[in-house]
């Protein structure tokens, strides 16, 4: 789940003003007020901190129990001034994988499909040509990053035509340009293409869109309304985060989503994904089986960051135990999402610029904000 799930790097630029807000939700009263105060000030600290370290500007949500606050630094936009504020929207890039799983899962209760079905079942021919065979590849293997396929995404024609309109059948023909990594199921690798080919068979097994599905199976009973799925046009429903690409400046809405699609193109607020991810971790969207399913995991080392990973979730350890969720990055944007399994602990992060990925002192900041976000 780590670095640029769209594979296109992530956070910032000098901080200029710092601003910061605390923001109790107005149901918010359980636990020990001294705590809540003592939480927000070290979370503060550790978002001042990432300002500091180069993002523009950074989010984070807690949860413990039923109090849920926002803590805030920096800014949403250069240009402007405008100080980050929670209820702005962001692309989630990868997150989406945990919402594509969950619709899968589901059309699976439902026996619409199978998790051991093959690829070809539902799109003969797609997966094929230079050893591709997608035959020997199932749902399953495509959910949990073990069909061997390649990664459309650090293709230079995708690198270099941020703007260009992609359909899914281009993106998964540029994978199937070059043979299988391995023999489906015997190792793993991270591929967007993946989850390209699971939004396809979403929509084959369900007849609809795959931004249907998700606004009648999840956005719509979960309440999720500030949560869309844009394929093709770059621009914002609503108020958003201003996302920056060093330097190649504020990128917002200069990049296509349909490069993204099904692995990686929903819009929301650290609010809605923290509503879905709660919903989801403590059962209220899968039956128990798919449940044992999505949460099936094994150890992978995600570019220098060691978790476990199932069917779109991964497992996080942290000082205080383990947390599920994903993570993702767009082009200035990164977000981050931690969920314990009774959904009473919660952290999500977000910032708005693309290149602090590797940047050793910034991920090791992040890694403490995490902890301390989760556990403090």
């Not at 790097?9 to 901080?15: D, G, P």
Request: hydrophobic share 40%; with cysteine; net charge positive.
């Amino acid at each position: 789940m780590a670095s640029v799930k769209i594979r296109l790097l992530s956070t910032t630029v000098a901080a200029a003003a710092v601003t910061a807000a605390v923001v109790p939700a107005a149901h918010a009263a359980a636990g020990p007020r001294s705590h809540g105060r003592h939480l927000d000030a070290k979370v503060q600290a550790q978002a001042d901190r990432l300002v500091a370290d180069g993002a523009p500007g950074v989010i984070v949500m807690t949860r413990r129990g039923g109090r849920v606050s926002h803590v805030t630094a920096g800014v949403s936009d250069k240009a402007t001034g405008a100080p980050m504020d929670h209820r702005l929207l962001v692309r989630v890039a990868s997150v989406t994988k945990s919402f594509t799983s969950t619709v899968m899962l589901q059309l699976a209760a439902e026996r619409r499909l199978s998790l051991d079905d093959t690829v070809a079942k539902w799109l003969p021919g797609v997966v094929a040509g230079n050893g591709n065979d997608g035959s020997t590849i199932t749902v399953r293997q495509l959910l949990a990053q073990t069909s061997g396929l390649n990664d459309y995404t650090p293709d230079p024609r995708v690198m270099s035509d941020p703007a260009r309109t992609w359909t899914p059948a281009e993106l998964i023909a540029i994978a199937m340009e070059k043979p299988p990594l391995y023999a489906p199921g015997t190792s793993w690798n991270y591929a967007n293409t993946n989850y390209i080919l699971a939004g396809m068979i979403i929509e084959k097994a369900s007849g609809r869109p795959l931004g249907t599905e998700f606004q009648r199976r999840v956005f719509g009973p979960l309440r999720l309304r500030h949560t869309s799925f844009p394929t093709t046009d770059p621009s914002f429903p609503g108020p958003y985060v201003h996302g920056y690409y060093d330097e190649f400046g504020d990128v917002s809405t200069q990049i296509s989503p349909s490069s993204a699609r099904a692995s990686g193109g929903i819009v929301s607020t650290v609010d809605d994904v923290a509503r879905f991810h709660r919903a989801l971790f403590t059962g209220r969207m899968l039956p128990p089986k798919q449940m044992r399913e999505l949460r099936t995991v094994r150890p992978v080392n995600d570019d220098g960051i060691v978790e476990d990973y199932g069917l779109g979730v991964a497992r996080i350890k942290f000082s205080c135990g383990y947390a599920w969720g994903h993570d993702g990055g767009f082009p200035g944007y990164r977000t981050w999402t931690y969920t314990s399994a009774d959904g009473r602990s919660q952290a999500v992060i977000t910032y708005n610029e693309s290149k602090l990925e590797y940047d050793k002192k910034f991920r090791a900041d992040l890694a403490e904000a995490a902890d301390t976000a989760f556990c403090a």
